[in-house]
């Protein structure tokens, strides 16, 4: 079974990420749809964790709610 590519993983930490913070936002639907400039069906979707949404989308959005994302690139141990 083929594995899943890095960004995948990224995107699903960052989703959920997301969604804790609006979680801590209090925020209702309709205001995280707004602040994070998706719809209520992209919202819903986001909820769900569908792998519906761009890195840089989800970058985006993040930053909309007041999170910051950092990237590191390195190379393996010993390389």
Do not use: C, W
């Not at 590519?5 to 209090?26: F, G, H, V």
């Amino acid at each position: 079974m083929a594995s899943k590519p890095p960004s995948t993983r990224l995107r699903a930490l960052l989703r959920a990420r997301i969604n804790r913070r609006i979680d801590e936002l209090n925020l209702s639907r309709a205001d995280a749809a707004a602040e994070l400039g998706f719809t209520a069906s992209q919202l819903t979707r986001l909820h769900a964790g569908e792998d519906i949404f761009s890195l840089d989308r989800l970058v985006d959005a993040a930053a909309a709610i007041g999170l910051t994302v950092r990237m590191t690139a390195t190379r393996p141990y010993g390389q």
